[in-house]
Nanobody, 115 residues
Framework: QVQLVESGGGLVQAGGSLRLSCAAS????????MAWYRQAPGKQRELVAT???????NYADSVKGRFTISRDNVKNTVFLQMTSLKPEDTAVYYC?????????WGQGTQVTVSS
């Protein structure tokens, strides 16, 4: 079993910044490839960013140049630095990983961007 716990969400004005954290624990020897997803009200969950265990990153076009995913392998934590936030970034943000073919999700953290 793997547990993922997100934190760092909140309310911010458009143009502001937030940093999300996701701490992983449980049956992992080292932090695997990780991802951030988000789900806005009435919309499907969408992939925001990924980072491999080698540190390679990938981003959704809607967040490129504004969001940065990173990882701390010592603390088994992945981060999502979000800048130049827009009202359309408002969503619940989820941390995700796959370990031994099992998919795990965190409980989510709410990000609300006011205009």
């Amino acid at each position: 079993q793997v547990q993922l716990v997100e934190s760092g969400g909140g309310l911010v004005q458009a143009g502001g910044s937030l940093r999300l954290s996701c701490a992983a624990s449980g049956s992992i020897f080292r932090l695997p490839s990780m991802a951030w997803y988000r789900q806005a009200p009435g919309k499907q969950r969408e992939l925001v960013a990924t980072i491999t265990n080698g540190g390679n990153t990938n981003y959704a076009d809607s967040v490129k140049g504004r969001f940065t995913i990173s990882r701390d392998n010592v603390k088994n934590t992945v981060f999502l630095q979000m800048t130049s936030l827009k009202p359309e970034d408002t969503a619940v943000y989820y941390c995700n990983t796959v370990v031994h073919w099992n998919e795990y999700w965190g409980q989510g953290t709410q990000v609300t961007v006011s205009s």
